[in-house]
């Protein structure tokens, strides 16, 4: 497999987020909330549903040490239309603040079945846990022809040898239904 580092580099394009996805072949498909996205074999997949009608999936390696880890987060909230743009910005703004993030590309992309949709990828310099290291994300903003918001971030750890997770190929293989 192409390493994180060298795929997340290629860019961002790749997918039109229509028909059949293509993916790693050691990747498996989670399907739930209307949306299909794929996520390495082997890895655990995490749901939780809130009382207001939202969901969160996560999907992590069955080990989850040396931190930081790989990871999969896909977030389903009701009726967000009205507060959609401010939660594209404030996420941006959190992940500048916090994280200390530098933002590599942020851009309107055209998903099907979306009013609107974002696609961000960033860099997070090395931090925090175990085996500190540079993270690199690639995700997606929509908001949904119903009014609905989905967040997808795939994350993953530029450590040497820890290229089970290509974000780039997570997020080209959402399809929402």
Known sequence: MLSVAA?????????????????PSDYATYKGDGVTIAYPKGWKVATRKDA???SSVTITPKQ??????????????PNAEKRFA????GRRALLKAVADADIDSDEKVEVPGTKEAHRLTV?????????????????????RDNG?????VAAAPQRKGDDDLDPKAVVDSLRLS
């Open 7 to 23: 795929t997340v580099l290629a860019g961002c394009g790749g997918s039109d987020f229509k028909g059949a996805a293509d993916l």
């Open 52 to 54: 207001e009608g939202g």
């Open 64 to 77: 989850t040490k040396p931190t930081p880890s790989g990871v999969i987060r896909i977030s389903a909230t």
């Open 86 to 89: 401010k939660q594209v910005k």
């Open 123 to 143: 860099t997070v310099p090395s931090g925090g846990g175990s085996d500190p290291v540079e993270v690199k994300s690639d995700s997606l903003d929509l908001l």
């Open 148 to 152: 609905d918001s989905l967040t997808v």
